[in-house]
């Protein structure tokens, strides 16, 4: 049933390293070979073999509406028409700030970029120059993009400055990066008794990238705190979970207030756009206002605009739709969670939002090393056999998983029906 895409695989790998251009598509820790997308409507996505998938990744999150959605693609059309680019300022860019700055208190301006790689990057250059000081402090298994800094992850638990976690990067350049577990309010406070050169803390407040992980409150609490007494500044980084979690992303869910957010995914409605986003005086301090510099040729570029403030203004209008995302995420994972016991599988799930995760693990992991846990084989084994039945999950027990608009009901019942069938014969 996969023999185009086996076949396209083949091809792609003699011209793009692995075949992919993001390492994750290459299905590394499942098994068989990615599924070549021929296109997207609503819910579903068809493969070069004419298989039919429901979609439970979505471009890894932007697709809150889901494939093909018509005003998205409308405004995307009528911009197009316009011209790709121009290098100069259009008032969409305008539009999609003003949306951002009306919907958060701890938000006067924004700046927009190409990626989540890149508007995480320039927020951590940001926190630098206004605080004048130079480590930062990152938890394991957060993910923040692959710029060099911030390429530190899961090393011994222990709170340390960060080995790189990749060839090419050289270690003078993480030596600034303090490692901590996530959730673990004594490592955490260990970062601030050994180093007092701390410009920020950045945290995914609901982890996205190492299944769907939440901080907890008093561990957020305690990152405000902890830069509060330092002068350190605190980043959320929600590029997964702004207008996912909830229409303020994890702002909307949990108390803790951030000095500096970045967006990503949904806020470009699957157009390539990233954003930073703080306060008047922290905003000011970046070029060409203040000395910080930061810049891009397709920064702000009017297609991937047009496509996010169409994206905003919906979800925005649109006053049910996050508690709507997160029924069905529920009647999902409680549906898994019943199969699963029912033929003596441990699967712990949770959802935020639109967001839903699972593990096949004992007990609720908090933390990288209690993800590491799970059984990778049996996750593997479940990918596998539901994609055969037409039900696309994320090819790695260490993704979050995407509720869109366009899902039914009938579409959920339906995965935990064919997830009846796979866990009866999962060992
Ligand atoms: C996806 C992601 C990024 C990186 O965004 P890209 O657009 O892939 O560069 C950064 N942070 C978080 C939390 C993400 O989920």
Redesign the pocket.
């Known amino acids: 049933m996969f023999e185009k895409s086996i076949q396209a695989y083949e091809d792609a790998k003699k011209v793009i390293p692995g075949g992919v251009d993001?390492p994750v598509r290459a299905f590394g820790g499942v098994i068989g070979t990615p599924p070549f997308i021929a296109r997207g409507e609503g819910s579903f996505m068809y493969d070069i073999d004419g298989n039919k998938y429901l979609d439970f990744v979505q471009s890894?999150?932007p697709l809150i509406f889901g494939h093909c959605d018509k005003d998205i693609e409308n405004s995307v059309l009528e911009t197009v028409k316009n011209g790709l680019s121009f290098g100069a300022p259009t008032e969409l860019e305008t539009q999609l700030s003003n949306e951002i700055v009306e919907m958060f208190d701890n938000i006067d301006k924004v700046r927009f970029v190409s990626?989540?790689?890149?508007?995480?990057m320039s927020a951590i250059r940001l926190a630098r120059g206004v605080t004048g000081k130079n480590d930062i402090v990152k938890f394991e298994g957060?993910?923040?993009?692959?710029s060099d800094s911030l390429l530190v992850a899961a090393g011994s638990g222990m709170a340390t400055f960060g080995a790189p976690s990749s060839p090419g990067v050289p270690a003078d350049l993480t030596k600034h990066t303090l490692l901590s577990e996530y959730n673990n309010i004594a490592q955490l406070e260990k970062c601030f008794a050994e180093s007092s050169d701390i410009a920020c803390i950045i945290i995914?407040p609901i982890?996205?990238?190492m299944g769907l992980v939440p901080a907890s409150e008093d561990f957020l609490a305690k990152c405000r705190e902890l830069c509060d007494a330092s002068g350190a500044l605190l980043i959320f980084?929600?590029?997964?979970?702004g207008f996912r979690a909830s229409l303020k992303g994890a702002q909307g869910i949990v108390s803790t207030i951030p000095d500096i957010v970045?967006f990503?995914?949904v806020i470009g409605a699957g157009m390539?756009v990233?954003a930073f986003a703080s306060r008047a005086e922290i905003m000011s301090q970046l070029s060409p206002e203040g000395k910080i510099y930061q810049a891009g040729t397709l920064s702000g570029n009017p297609v991937a605009m047009a496509a996010g403030l169409t994206s905003l203004k919906k979800l925005k209008a649109d006053k049910d739709i996050y508690d709507r995302l997160n029924a069905k995420a529920v009647r999902l994972t409680t549906g898994l969670q019943e199969v699963a016991t029912k033929h003596n599988i441990p699967l712990q799930v949770d959802t935020r939002g639109s967001m839903f995760g699972f593990f096949f693990c004992e007990d609720v992991p908090t933390n990288m090393k209690e993800v590491g846990k799970c059984d990778f084989p049996r996750f593997a084994k479940f990918h596998n056999e539901m994609l055969k039945r037409g039900f696309y999950f994320a090819c790695s027990q260490y993704e979050a998983g995407f509720i869109c608009d366009t899902m039914t009901d009938g579409d959920i019942d339906a995965t935990i029906k064919a997830a009846d069938e796979v866990m009866a014969n999962l060992i």
């Open positions: 993001s890894w999150g990626s989540g790689t890149e508007a995480v957060n993910y923040h993009g692959h995914e982890a996205g990238n980084d929600e590029v997964m979970s970045t990503g995914k390539p990233g």
